[in-house]
Structures are given as structure tokens and as C-alpha cells.
Antibody, heavy 121, light 110 residues
Framework: EVQLLESGGGLVQPGGSLRLSCAASGFTFSNYVMNWVRQAPGKGLEWVSVISESADATYYADSVKGRFTISRDNSRDTVYLQMNSLRAEDTAVYYC??????????????WGQGTLVTVSS | QSALTQPASVSGSPGQSITISCTGTSSDVGGYNFVSWYHQYPGKAPKLMIYDVTKRPSGVSDRFFGSKSGNTASLTISGLQAEDEGDYYCNSYTSTRTWVFGGGTKVTVL
């Protein structure tokens, strides 16, 4: 059974930093592209970032580019999201999600339970 | 990276069919066959319903049908059931190698 378990969320002051982790199990982690998606309270889904299978390609939403960094450790089956210069508008539940198929294509078929990040003074 | 355009709400009676539209541009929806759809209950993680415009993941009912014409993708739900209520989101690949979601559509079964 595929499982994704996020951790690292919490309360942080504006301008602060947090690192989210997502531990994967139940599939060959190194074969899949991984994504981070967030959802502000009462709002819709917002795609945040994606990392390729071997971590040689990363892409970001304009809203987080230059502040967030996605990375992965295939030896630990874990994907990370380093979040710096946090703003109030970054307050959201952050989900990690796995592509449904290897390689190109759309669709995130497995999601974690989410971890809440609150940016407030 | 402007959000894709979805209707705020769609409703239907049990057994009826409804269609949710998702409008983008030639740089996202219209340019790639990489559109997916998600169903989300409040407080829960999204569930993948359709990927690559028309494909259904294992376990998803064949009452869910995805299509695309030009810059607009659509999700049709036939034989509407109470369990189909919730929020639906479309998502598309873009020409900048990023992804973008729609604003979401609240489905109500009358």
C-alpha cells in the first residue's frame, strides 16, 4: 500500500523558515516524480513544486520561486520542501503527492494527509 | 500561471448527468493532453478521478468521463449519486513546465 507521510509543519513568524518532509513507502520511490501542493484555509488547491525522479529537474510556482526549494533523498524515500522568507499568504495545508505513472503525464494518485503551516506573528 | 477557470458550482438531481468545464489557454489545457481531475471532500486529501484528459485510475467508476476540446477540458459525471458531492478541481501542465489548478467547482446533489 502506498503511503505518504508529511511532517514539519507548525507555527512560524513572517520571514521565518520551515522544512517539510514527506516519507514515502509502498512503491519504488526513485521511479516517480514527486509534487508539493498546498491549500490555504477555505481556498482551492495550489500547485507548489515538482521534482524529477533523479532530482535533476525542479520547477516552482511563481508565488514561491526563489523562496522555496524542493529536494529528495532516494536513499531515504523522502522528499523535502525548504521554505524560507515565509509570508502570511503561505499559510496552508501542504500535501506531497505522487504521480500516477512513471515518466511523463499528468495525475497525482497518492496524497499524504497534509501538514499545516501557519505563518503569523 | 493564472488559475484555470471553472464554474463555482454545479448541481444536479440523483441519476442525472452534469458537466464541469475547465478553461485555460493554448499554453496549458490546449497545448498538452496532460489534464487531470480531482474530487475532494472537506478536510480530506484530493482523490484522482481522471488523468491525461481521459484516463481513469483503477477503482474510479466509469460514471466519470473526461474530455477536451481546444482550450477547455470537461469532466462529466453520469448517474449522479449523493457520494459525488464535494469539490472538483482540474489541473493542467503548462508551457513553463509547471502545473496549474482550476479554482474548483462545488458539486451539489439536489
Amino acid at each position: 500500500e502506498v503511503q505518504l507521510l508529511e511532517s514539519g509543519g507548525g507555527l512560524v513568524q513572517p520571514g521565518g523558515s520551515l522544512r517539510l518532509s514527506c516519507a514515502a513507502s509502498g512503491f519504488t520511490f526513485s521511479n516517480y516524480v514527486m509534487n508539493w501542493v498546498r491549500q490555504a484555509p477555505g481556498k482551492g488547491l495550489e500547485w507548489v513544486s515538482v521534482i524529477s525522479e533523479s532530482a535533476d529537474a525542479t520547477y516552482y510556482a511563481d508565488s514561491v520561486k526563489g523562496r522555496f526549494t524542493i529536494s529528495r533523498d532516494n536513499s531515504r524515500d523522502t522528499v523535502y520542501l525548504q521554505m524560507n522568507s515565509l509570508r502570511a499568504e503561505d499559510t496552508a495545508v501542504y500535501y506531497c503527492a505522487k504521480k500516477v505513472v512513471m515518466g511523463a503525464g499528468s495525475g497525482l494518485d497518492s496524497w499524504g494527509q497534509g501538514t499545516l503551516v501557519t505563518v503569523s506573528s | 500561471q493564472s488559475a484555470l477557470t471553472q464554474p463555482a458550482s454545479v448541481s444536479g438531481s440523483p441519476g442525472q448527468s452534469i458537466t464541469i468545464s475547465c478553461t485555460g489557454t493554448s499554453s496549458d489545457v490546449g497545448g498538452y493532453n496532460f489534464v487531470s481531475w480531482y474530487h475532494q471532500y472537506p478536510g480530506k486529501a484530493p482523490k484522482l478521478m481522471i488523468y491525461d484528459v481521459t484516463k481513469r485510475p483503477s477503482g474510479v467508476s466509469d460514471r466519470f468521463f473526461g474530455s477536451k476540446s481546444g482550450n477547455t477540458a470537461s469532466l462529466t459525471i453520469s448517474g449522479l449519486q449523493a457520494e459525488d458531492e464535494g469539490d472538483y478541481y482540474c489541473n493542467s501542465y503548462t508551457s513553463t513546465r509547471t502545473w496549474v489548478f482550476g479554482g474548483g467547482t462545488k458539486v451539489t446533489v439536489l
